[in-house]
């Protein structure tokens, strides 16, 4: 198991916390808590280690696109990065309103 | 009309609760922002879910109040672990709390389990004893509802638990088995099952198999709609049945009409079963002279504390009355037999026989004592495992494991002081079934005393670690050990006793042991019918604090 620690900043205030996901085969869950400082603050853990370049690309393209002030926590059991990408995305709707950057 | 169905069992273990509730009604408690994550799995390198894989649920069904507890099957194979436990266990308590101050909550259970999760061991042993005990309560007010959907299905101690539903409902995916198939093949033979055969599986455990023996009482299609029917219909059912739990002389007769010497076709059984009538059995101890009896710790100690070595029906559960000063006790001991008519229940294993024995014996003195001093009960524990093989599962040993807890749990509440004394191996299901439903438990500080839930060889199969890897890892969790002294530290002992010759005890060993069942007997009349003793004690203070944590932050939700 890995823990990892990224951080990017952030303008778009969201809405509501929100939950989506298994830590089950190949999916991951993820918690969203919105917060007041100007960026977004991720926590992954991963049984697969090894991946931390990976991890790095494809949350920087995410929030990059999708920069909400929020503290993030991704629990991961061996998701492929589309996966990551789609979590995060339902995560984002769950907690309504979010605009793009 | 046509509708289109929508699956239940796609449906994660949220999505569940979501559809069964009305509309607008669903409140989780603990939920997946409150912080109760499992704190055993990321020591192990298991990264943990934020609701540990049980989703609590309170709303309304049908207009009902209801609390839905529903396990996620896809985390960690819906394994039971110390918060997922004590968040199951917890929600049933208040449900009891409910129900008693005549708040009329329904508790429904969705299973999707493998039983305990082997990475929290001996935690999860332990709730789910306090989820039956519980159970066995709740029952007595409203009906509790289960219902194994499949993907997983219902497995290990938690199918001791589906034996004590009010209803149970089951699709054809759903399996129900005490061992599983992948168990059962490492520690008898792929001749006793082959756990790749996935025909042989679902004609043994699987839905359509279960109801058609009576072990459920429903078979659902998979959608939501009728799932939801079925389970309204159900809430009302209270007073028309019998507990399947409670029906000992009904399967005693069954079992005892079949032939064990040969694997079983379900159809055979189907048939011997529809054939046979309840009957009380006659106890013949005539012909069962026990010229050469099988020697254990468990006979030892039997023999020493009660000066008899008789056993009445089934010779591998003895059972005796003795009075010691005022107090009446009845001593319960499972022992090998190496005549036992089931083969894989020769070595002193905890079979259907044993099971419904036992649940046989233990109701004998509730009802005998109905109006009066209600007598203790001894459950002399020396228990390798419980029976692995096809027969035991096709005839459901689940339900006579959940038979004799059953029956433990209800003389407990009826108010006999329940002392187990731990002389030997403490093992998993055989140990639900045969021990921790007491008020007391007392081990004997020994090194032949085990207390876990599942073989090495297996554990470490079915968690694909290496033996080394799992030896490694129950060093750093006391729940995961084997010994007793590392049992000791979860707070569920109310002694651990040293300096007992614990195989070849001396007569000062037995006046000793005696002594502390006398005393623990004691205890037992002046304290609490539930087992609220074992979060209480200082060692669970220390070593069971998420237990305890989730009661009670899931007391403040409520």
Redesign the interface.
């Known amino acids: 198991?890995e823990t990892m620690f990224f951080e990017y900043p952030a303008t778009k205030e969201l809405a509501n916390?929100a939950?989506v996901g298994?830590?089950?085969?190949g999916?991951l869950?993820v918690?969203v808590?919105p917060s007041d400082e100007p960026r977004t603050k991720v926590e992954v853990?991963?049984?697969m280690t090894g991946f931390d370049e990976t991890w790095g690309k494809v949350l920087g393209r995410f929030f990059n696109q999708y920069a909400v002030q929020a503290n993030i926590?991704v629990?991961?059991?061996g998701a492929t990065p589309g996966v990551v990408s789609l979590r995060l995305a339902q995560a984002l709707e769950v907690s309504g309103k979010y605009e793009r950057a | 009309m046509n509708v289109l169905k929508v699956s239940f069992v796609e449906l994660?273990a949220r999505e569940r609760i979501k559809s069964l509730l009305d509309e607008g009604t669903y409140r989780e408690l603990l939920?997946?922002?409150d912080g109760f994550e499992s704190p055993h799995l990321?020591r192990q390198?298991?990264?943990?879910?934020?609701d540990d894989g049980v989703v609590i649920a309170k709303g309304e069904i049908n207009q009902q109040p209801a609390v839905i507890i529903s396990i996620?099957g896809?985390?960690?194979g819906g394994g039971i672990g110390e918060v997922s436990g004590a968040k199951i266990a917890g929600a049933l308590e208040l449900a009891l709390r409910d129900n008693k101050e005549g708040i009329p909550t329904r508790p429904i259970l969705l299973y999707d389990t493998g039983g305990v999760r082997l990475q929290e061991a001996n935690y999860g042993l332990l709730a789910i004893a306090e989820i039956g005990a519980a159970m066995v309560a709740l029952r007595e007010y409203t009906s509790v509802i289960g219902v194994i959907p499949g993907k997983i299905g219902c497995f290990g101690g938690m199918s001791l638990t589906a034996g004590l539903c009010s209803s149970l409902v089951m699709t054809k995916e759903g399996r129900l088995t005490l061992n599983g198939p992948e168990v059962i093949e490492q520690e008898a033979g792929i001749e006793e099952f082959d756990s790749q055969d996935r025909q042989l599986i679902w004609n043994t455990i699987g839905g359509e198999q279960r109801y058609s023996l009576g072990f459920v009482d429903k078979l659902a299609d998979d959608d939501v709609e009728s799932i939801k029917k079925i389970i309204v219909n159900q809430l009302d059912h209270k007073d028309t049945h019998r507990f399947r739990s409670e029906q000992v002389d009904l399967y005693r007769s069954r079992i005892q009409k079949i032939d064990p010497s040969q694997l079983l076709s379900p159809l055979d059984v189907r048939r011997v079963w529809n054939e046979t009538v309840a009957e009380k059995r006659a106890g013949d101890e005539s012909d069962r002279s026990e010229e050469n009896p099988d020697e254990s710790r468990g006979r030892t100690w039997f023999t020493g504390l009660t000066d008899t070595a008789k056993s009445d029906d089934v010779p591998s559960v003895l059972c005796t009355d003795k009075t010691v000063g005022d107090e009446r006790i009845r001593y319960i001991a499972v022992v090998p037999d190496s005549n036992n008519r089931f083969p894989r229940a020769r070595k002193g294993e905890v079979g259907l026989e044993e099971g419904w024995a036992i649940a046989h014996y233990v109701r004998e003195v509730i009802e005998q004592d109905e109006d009066g001093n209600r007598r203790a009960i001894v459950a002399i524990v020396d228990v390798p495992s419980q029976a692995y093989g096809y027969n035991e599962e096709l005839l459901g040993l689940h339900q006579a494991g959940a038979a004799a807890v059953d029956a433990y749990a209800k003389a407990r509440q009826a108010g006999h002081p329940v002392i187990t004394l731990i002389v030997g191996n403490a093992i998993s299901g055989a140990f639900l079934t045969h021990g921790l439903q007491s008020n007391h438990i007392l081990a004997l500080n020994d090194e032949g005393v085990n207390i876990h839930v599942m073989s090495k060889q297996s554990a470490a199969r079915i968690t694909r670690r290496t033996i080394e890897e799992l030896e490694k890892a129950t060093k750093k969790i006391p729940a995961m050990a084997y010994d007793v002294v590392s049992f000791a530290t979860l707070g569920a002992l109310h002694e651990l006793i040293d300096g007992v010759e614990a195989s070849h005890p001396k007569c000062e060993d037995i006046e000793k042991i005696e002594g502390r069942i006398i005393a623990a007997i004691a205890s037992a009349r002046s304290g609490p019918l539930d087992l609220s003793n074992r979060l209480q004690s200082l060692q669970a203070i220390d070593n069971r604090l998420a237990s305890i944590k989730v009661r009670e932050r899931l007391k403040e939700l409520w």
Do not use: A, W, Y
Request: charged share 25%; no cysteine.
């Open positions: 198991m916390k939950h298994v830590v089950g085969s999916d869950e918690l808590i853990r991963t049984g926590q629990n991961d059991f | 994660n939920d997946p922002f990321e390198n298991i990264v943990p879910q934020s996620e896809n985390f960690q």
